[in-house]
């Protein structure tokens, strides 16, 4: 039998077959060490082949093969630096949602997100969320970030979850797509799942004042098929992002806006650091270019993965 994973919970998947049945499945042991350095072999969007599993009661199955997948979004697992989480598979879209404070969302996370969407090609859109609470410099802010990716390339919208502020223009973005939404906990993504779609009923936390953090209300990722053609892949709350299997020779290229200027500089092997006649560098000298994105670049460049949390969550 074959089916879509819709829910994980680390040892049992949620699988729903193309006839709209459901079945809960465990994987093979040796899946686990089938040189897949993921903490989670098998992930939600995964097409997945199965085994009912005939001595149990209940219609229960046996993950034999995960299908190929098209793409997938992973990052370094927090704390164990060397495996990896892959958060979601088989993507046709990512918003990324971001706040400017309660809690902040830094520039150099939105970077990591975004250039891992771009090496794995999954449109990314941004989301900036709460816009109903920040005053008008705040505003400003907000407005200034969104010129910026837009220029890029990248799509911005402005909204508010809880009141439901350009909403319809989000589902209008999502139909007919598997769309997964992201960001650091407390920026309002259960929120905002709730109000494309009410009858879901995620549950929603407040801030935690002290820590002006979210608390964690998602656990694992899990998949929703909402009542307009379009499925949602709501995450866990993620703190920071750590760049996975990447070379540093390909990592300028998933900074649109450096691989447009690449072939200007001198040396084909251009690493946009040390290296005279850089066209980036020539960019940035002349405003063409934002320092915080190349700032973004040299922090992942020099393997920066713990210094750029601890410079975001210092005040936390």
Not at 92 to 101: K, P, Y
Request: with cysteine; aromatic share 10%; charged share 25%.
């Amino acid at each position: 039998m074959t089916g879509i994973v819709y829910k994980s919970t680390g040892s049992w998947y949620t699988v729903k077959t193309d006839d709209g049945q459901w079945y809960e499945c465990r994987i093979k042991g040796k899946f686990r060490i089938k040189g897949i350095k993921s903490t989670n072999p098998v992930a939600v969007g995964d097409v997945v082949d199965f085994d009912l599993d005939t001595k149990s009661d209940v219609a229960t199955g046996v993950i034999t093969h995960i299908q190929e997948r098209e793409n997938y979004i992973i990052r370094k697992s927090v704390n164990l630096s060397k495996q990896t989480h892959i958060i979601a598979s088989n993507i046709d879209q990512v918003f990324l949602l971001v706040t400017l404070n309660n809690p902040p969302t830094f520039t150099a996370f939105i970077d990591r997100f975004l250039i891992t969407a771009e090496a794995y090609g999954i449109h990314a859109i941004l989301l900036f969320n709460k816009i109903d609470t920040y005053t008008e410099d705040e505003l400003l802010e907000i407005k200034f970030l969104a010129a910026m990716y837009r220029e890029i390339g990248y799509e911005c919208m402005g909204i508010s979850a809880l009141k439901e502020t350009n909403i319809d223009a989000v589902k209008k973005q999502m139909e007919g797509k598997v769309n997964m939404f992201t960001g650091h906990s407390g920026v309002g993504k259960s929120t905002l799942v709730n109000a494309i779609e009410p009858d879901l009923n995620l549950k929603t936390k407040a801030i935690s004042e002290q820590h002006m953090q979210g608390q964690h209300t998602t656990t694992f990722a899990e998949m929703y098929d909402l009542n307009f053609d379009a499925k949602i892949i709501d995450t866990p709350g993620i703190k920071g992002f750590g760049i996975v299997d990447m070379e540093r020779e390909e990592i300028g290229n998933y900074f649109p806006e450096f691989f447009a200027l690449k072939s200007e500089c001198k040396f084909n092997n251009c690493l946009h650091l040390e290296e005279p006649k850089c066209a980036i560098k020539d960019a940035l000298d002349n405003d063409e270019l934002h320092w915080s994105r190349y700032k973004s670049y040299v922090q992942i460049m020099e393997g920066d993965e713990e210094q750029y949390r601890k410079d975001q969550y210092a005040s936390h």
